[in-house]
């Protein structure tokens, strides 16, 4: 693997020439700009490339092919796992100026974007047209729809709607060398080839850089409601989630917060609702409903009677804005957890739903037995905890050995390291746990085929 030393490479500026200036940011003050995503970790990069069309991006892509320089797709730069980051100091090559929306075939229910649209962009330009894009990351408002392919986000509405990789279609890719790959036609069923779309999804940035997608959207529900529900028992939301689904019931959304997110909810203002989050409340959960109004009406009276029987104090929110608001806390979350520790191991495990109960009583042993804070919130329905560990930086030592222990339980409950996130810089030493050696020399042999050279984000995804 080459590290680059930036001094070196007069050729960034050979760069510049052919792209024009406006187009490769070369300054220190603008490589610090891009070096640093949600991981926390920073990696300076050689050079900063903004391209606003497509043949933009082929010509960087045969230019990379042709000197060996490394680089890094990038969208916001939201990701948690350093997955945005040139970790060998190449080039960063960053969507943000491709954002347009390019065309909607209201009549199909498919929309073709270009990468660097923002996720909640396309929901506000979508709902014009009463349609919508489900998939719904805490970051929809500041990721984009590229990135958001490319670590195969997901949201709380998972659980009916599945994630990212139930939407995208179709993608133009290109490769190092500039080669362009279409991955089939943007058709809601095709089964000529092997599922090349499939492959992209989820692919952090390692195999190839989309210019254009194709996803497929439904038509926007014609009503919502949305329960917030407080908790003296921790798992109870857990146990409520497993009935409501056995009594026949799919939940557009269900988010489970924990104790210790509560704690860091508590020292967070300026919600614009009232949260009564008084001492007995150990957790939350999130249930929105979706579907026809007389359907919704009929559900709201199954889950007030429900609560009602089993003594759980809850509000909801019935109109559109009421709602989001109700949301805004969810999504409050992440930043607020920062009063809990100035470092953060942040994790995205899943386990089959029915061992959820088992990992949170794990994960407050640990928490107890360590002194770090844990958190664990996240998509209750999909099984899928967001693990935040939050601590002071010389205690990191003891951190990491506490996430070890808790993916090796992840493990042994039949689960995975990454529900969404994706593996990127900081989970690589784990995937080995997780992996077979056959599954590892066939993901090996695919990077090989796309990128022989192993240009695209070096250090991200694959293990050593
Ligand atoms: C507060 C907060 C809340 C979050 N909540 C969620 C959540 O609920 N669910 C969830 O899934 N994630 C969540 N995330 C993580 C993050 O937002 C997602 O992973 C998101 O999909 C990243 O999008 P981005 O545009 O920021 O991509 P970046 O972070 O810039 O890049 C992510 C990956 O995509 C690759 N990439 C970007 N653009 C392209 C392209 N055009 N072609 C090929 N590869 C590309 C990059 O190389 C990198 O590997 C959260 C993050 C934050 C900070």
Redesign the pocket.
Known sequence: MKFLRRKKFKIFEKLRELLGKEKVFLSEEELLSYSY??SSLIRIPSAVILPDKKEEVIEVLRWIKEHQIPL?????????TG??LAHTGGVILC?SRMNRILELYEEERIVRVE?GVLNGELKAYLKRFELFYPPD???MNF??I???I??G???PRGLKYGTTKDYVLALEVVLPGGKVLKTGPPTLKKATSYNLTSLFVGS??TL???TEIFLKVLPYPEKRILFLSFHTLEEEPLEIISQILKAGLTPASSEFIDQTSIKALKQTSGFKIPLDLEPGVRSLLFLEFDGSASEVRELITKIEKFYSQNSIRFIKAEKEKDIEVLWEVRRAL??ALKVLGTSKIADDVVVPRRFMKVLLSEIRKLESESGIFISCFGHAGDGNFHVNLLFEEEKRGKALEVRENIIKKVLELSGTISG???I?YTKRSYVNLELSPLEIEIIKKLKKIFDPDGLL?PL?KLPD
């Not at 890094?72 to 948690?80: D, L």
Request: proline share 10%.
């Open positions: 995503d949600a890094t797709p990038r969208g916001s730069g939201t990701s948690t997955s945005a969507f990468p990351p805490a970051s990721s984009t590229g990135g958001n490319a670590t986000a997901g949201g952090e940035g190839g850089v989309f992440s930043p969404e996130h994706g990127g984000n991200v």
